[in-house]
């Protein structure tokens, strides 16, 4: 009787320990999804910002060099004589903005940006410094458009480049071909 109440306690110990090692081991299991579950969520939200990011830096930088390319138009109209309204080129210019792409984008595109608007504020210039001369074909607005048009191409490059997308070349790493 002794040795069959000794071989029930030693049972019951056995599964006692076996039950206090399975529940560590299954609270270590749900502590580990809990953690890999959280790690996955916050590695989702960090992924879903960085589209969010690119999608509105992709925005910006459309936006803004369709509003370049329609004022660069609208200069031109008006060196050609197709246009006369100099009223409509001094509102469009103030509507330039490139206030969305110095807040959202790098240094080197936001840098670039700011040249095209320089290069804008020359082809004005020049603009009018041939209007004044009464020159058909003016040296300097020619060079001003051709630096304008330099300067658009660096900043479309780069924006490219800020958002992994290469253009007309061979695919890098991680880069896109368009």
């Given amino acids: 009787m ?15 320990i076996a039950g206090a090692f399975n529940s560590q081991n299954t609270q270590a299991t749900i502590e580990a999804a809990r953690v890999a579950a959280e790690t996955q969520r916050e590695a989702d939200r960090e992924v879903e910002h960085d589209r969010w990011l690119r999608d509105r830096r992709l925005e910006a930088y459309v936006d803004f060099v369709n509003e370049v390319r329609d004022l660069d138009t609208y200069i031109h109209d008006l060196a050609t004589g197709l246009s006369n309204d100099h009223a409509g080129l001094v509102q469009s210019a103030k509507q ?3 206030l969305q ?4 984008a790098p240094a080197d595109v936001s840098g670039a940006a700011s040249e095209v608007m320089a290069g804008i504020q020359g082809l004005i210039r020049a603009l009018t410094a041939k209007e004044m001369a009464g020159a058909i ?30 253009r007309g070349g061979p695919t890098e790493a991680g880069m896109t071909t368009v």
Avoid: Y
Avoid at 101 to 104: F, G, P, T
């Fill in 101 to 104: 792409v110095r807040l959202l």
């Fill in 96 to 98: 330039l903005n490139g």
């Fill in 2 to 16: 002794v040795v069959a109440c000794g071989a029930v306690l030693a049972g019951l110990l056995g599964a006692l």
């Fill in 137 to 166: 074909d003016d040296p300097s607005f020619n060079a001003a458009s051709e630096l304008l048009i330099e300067k658009i191409a660096k900043l479309e490059r780069l924006a490219s480049q800020d958002l992994g997308v290469v």
